[in-house]
């Protein structure tokens, strides 16, 4: 199990890791919505069913790599010591 970061560049290799891995994240929900739409797009009943069921598990996948990615942003201006607002 990993720790928090001490120092302000372990918060940046963090943000960065995250940031990395939520755009990854995003991706791969990007891509099984496509997949989910062509075949709703192209086929009937079944297949419908299908691509219905990959674009709804595409959902939290993306969720995720978007909190992701917004952590990333958040931890990188912190260890900057940027005001947020």
């Known amino acids: ?3 928090q970061p001490s120092t302000d560049s372990g918060l940046a290799e963090t943000s960065g890791r995250q940031h990395t891995t939520g755009w990854r994240l995003l991706l791969a929900g990007g891509v099984l919505f496509a997949v989910g739409l062509v075949l709703m797009l192209v ?3 079944a297949v ?3 691509g219905v069921a990959l674009a709804a598990l595409s959902t939290p996948v993306t969720l995720a790599g978007l909190a992701l990615v917004l952590s990333g942003i958040v ?3 912190a260890s900057q010591h940027k005001p947020f607002a």
Do not use: K, N
Request: net charge negative.
């Open 1 to 3: 199990m990993s720790s």
């Open 43 to 45: 086929g009937s009943d």
């Open 48 to 50: 419908d069913y299908a």
């Open 75 to 77: 931890g990188h201006r």
